[in-house]
């Protein structure tokens, strides 16, 4: 079966409603949406954020796309460690201070500028761009890879992909991400209050979910070249071992976990939200 399309429509407002209660409930300022690209994340926030504003509750959505690393200097860490560092997108490609430092001022009430990045342009925007917020009573935190722990050293010795076994033959690559990973992430994680995963059935899916959302861009941006299908395929490998393990580890993670079908329609929930969610709506 073809996947649906990226779900425009979004999520059912019940399951929508119950994950806003779940924040608002236990007090986070913070809340974390996890999932592999094409699960629908950015949707979801966006809905969260929207509900919370028709209660009364200032909300803002901010992605981990938001902070990768501007072009120049990952290309320099491209030429200081290896080349595949030079794409954005694994751990170790992000800005975390920069993240930490925003959420900061949000959890405090403070104003924040929010850092944007063109992923045509594969360039971040001159921060006079970037939109400034004031006092919000809610953050949703949407990345594909939040709180995901490292590998063990032995889990990096054989590749998992033609990408790995042609590129990254030495293992340089994927051991400088999974050190990022288990050095310059957690002081991130520590201030997610809360953390749902949206489950797809595998990574086997993320081509198809990847690529619709590369027409996705496509559509919003007439006369702008987006990534070619090859490309699309290429990119998406650079995800995968960290992705396989965020299916394995995060469901032991997460406060709740929401499993997707193929067509990104939830069939169930388990941890806190299954409480509040008795049936999962449509």
């Known amino acids: 079966m073809t996947p649906a399309p990226h779900p425009a429509p979004g999520y059912a407002a019940p399951l929508v409603e119950a994950l806003l209660d779940d924040a608002l409930d236990h007090g986070a300022r913070v809340y974390a949406l996890a999932g592999l690209q094409g699960t ?5 926030a966006a809905q969260m954020v929207e509900a919370a504003r028709v209660r009364g509750v200032r909300a803002v959505a901010l992605s981990i796309d938001d902070f990768y690393l501007d072009r120049p200097e990952r290309e320099a860490l491209g030429r200081a460690v290896h080349p595949l560092l030079a794409t954005r997108g694994p751990p170790g ?22 850092p944007r990045f063109d992923k045509i342009a594969d360039r971040r925007l001159p921060r006079e761009t970037w939109p400034t917020v004031g006092e919000v009573g809610l953050v949703v935190f949407e990345g594909w890879f939040q709180k995901v722990p490292p590998q063990p050293p032995e889990a990096l010795r054989d590749a998992v992909n033609a990408l790995e076994r042609e590129e990254d033959a030495q293992g340089v690559w994927r051991a ?13 994680w520590q201030r997610l209050d809360r953390l749902t995963f949206l489950q797809g059935p595998g990574f086997e ?16 941006n007439p006369g702008r070249s987006v990534m070619t299908r ?42 806190a939200l299954a409480r509040r969610l008795p049936t999962i709506p449509a």
């Open 40 to 44: 629908g994340k950015s949707t979801l």
């Open 93 to 114: 490609t992000h800005d975390v201070a920069l993240a930490c430092e925003v959420i900061d001022a949000l959890r405090a009430g403070r104003s924040a500028a929010l």
């Open 176 to 188: 400088w991400c999974n050190d990022a990973l288990g050095r310059d992430y957690p002081p991130l």
């Open 205 to 220: 899916i993320v081509s198809e979910w990847r690529w619709q959302q590369e027409l996705t861009l496509q559509a919003a």
């Open 230 to 271: 090859p490309q699309v395929l290429r990119f998406i490998q650079l995800f995968e071992r960290v992705s396989r393990h965020a299916l394995v580890t995060l469901p032991g993670i997460a406060d709740s976990t929401i499993a997707l079908d193929a067509c990104r329609t939830p069939h169930r929930v388990r941890g």
